[in-house]
């Protein structure tokens, strides 16, 4: 579990460069890169744009860590819930 824990964390950072945010290019390589085994449509990118969008909470047109989380549980709970047969809920 901690060397999960540490892999989304130390994935975040080097996909900001640097920065404290993913802006639109480094939202779109992240998920295209480390995604694309769990979620469909990685490589189009009105299809990541308008994911990008609905996990922006803030309207800033960044991802921040916190907004990133949320992709993460969400993907966690969908992978969990096709393990299981359950339905997954994004809330």
Do not use: P, R
Not at 16 to 33: A, I, P, S
Not at 37 to 45: A, K, R, V
């Amino acid at each position: 579990m901690e060397s999960a824990i540490k892999t989304v964390v130390t994935t975040f950072l080097k996909s900001t460069k640097g920065k404290e945010d993913l802006n639109g290019g480094g939202f779109q390589n992240l998920v295209k890169k480390q995604l694309g085994g769990l979620m469909q449509d990685t490589n189009c990118s009105s299809a990541v744009k308008e994911m990008q969008s609905g996990l922006d909470a803030n309207n800033d047109g960044k991802v921040s860590f916190q907004e990133y989380l949320t992709l993460i549980g969400y993907l966690a709970s969908s992978l969990s819930a096709s393990k299981t047969g359950a339905t997954a809920d994004a809330s």
